[in-house]
T-cell receptor, first 113, second 113 residues
Framework: KQEVTQIPAALSVPEGENLVLNCSFT??????LQWFRQDPGKGLTSLLL?????REQTSGRLNASLDKSSGRSTLYIAASQPGDSATYLC????????????FGKGTKLTVNP | GAVVSQHPSRVICKSGTSVKIECRSL??????MFWYRQFPKQSLMLMAT?????????EQGVEKDKFLINHASLTLSTLTVTSAHPEDSSFYIC?????????FGPGTRLLVL
């Protein structure tokens, strides 16, 4: 059974700092991995999706990497801003045609002005 | 594009009543819709997968008679929480898939008194 773990559970940084969020998964047989952002009481916004054959994806100040063999992914946020404050969720989709996603508990990020 | 709506966004009800939550894909046809539940500081847990015109597939531990899912069209799925109890209070999020990507709704906050 796939399990997804995110470390740390919470992170507080000053504005402008570069930071890394970590995600690990127990079963490396994945189809893709996705990073989401969730604001309090809101739904999910997809940030980056990495296919199993890819090593990284970039969008603006965000860069996500994937090391499938070791079951790890990182989300790098450059020059953090107060508007980046949110919970970041990692989710993996397994092989076999199912679209089911298994989520981690998330990392709550606070960027202080 | 790819917008998913949920209604209502928030509902408070008395214990024993039934609550219906709607999930709509506004600008695309969703072959599959998913229902998730999220308790405070926990990850999203998949409750069930529904395909238009067929019975939903429930995850282990989810009572199908308590959480009724109807997927009557390619743009609408409903989740009915029957005889709701305080322990059903949670954040319910749906997602709709176009066959490749899941798009998430904004969520429904349910509070059962």
């Amino acid at each position: 059974k796939q399990e997804v773990t995110q470390i740390p559970a919470a992170l507080s940084v000053p504005e402008g700092e570069n930071l890394v969020l970590n995600c690990s998964f127990t079963d490396s047989a994945i189809y893709n991995l996705q990073w989401f952002r969730q604001d309090p009481g809101k739904g999910l916004t997809s940030l980056l999706l990495i296919q199993s054959s890819q090593r990284e994806q970039t969008s603006g100040r965000l860069n996500a990497s994937l090391d499938k063999s070791s079951g790890r992914s990182t989300l790098y946020i450059a020059a953090s801003q107060p508007g980046d404050s949110a919970t970041y969720l990692c989710a993996v989709r397994g092989l076999g045609g199912s679209e089911k996603l298994v989520f981690g508990k998330g990392t709550k990020l606070t960027v202080n002005p | 594009g790819a917008v998913v709506s949920q209604h209502p966004s928030r509902v408070i009800c008395k214990s024993g009543t039934s609550v219906k939550i709607e999930c709509r894909s506004l600008d695309f046809q969703a072959t599959t819709m998913f229902w998730y539940r999220q308790f405070p500081k926990q990850s999203l847990m998949l409750m069930a997968t529904s395909n238009e015109g067929s019975k939903a597939t429930y995850e282990q531990g989810v009572e199908k008679d308590k959480f009724l899912i109807n997927h009557a069209s390619l743009t609408l799925s409903t989740l009915t929480v029957t005889s709701a109890h305080p322990e059903d209070s949670s954040f319910y999020i749906c997602s709709a898939s176009d066959g490749g990507t899941q798009y998430f709704g904004p969520g429904t906050r349910l509070l059962v008194l």
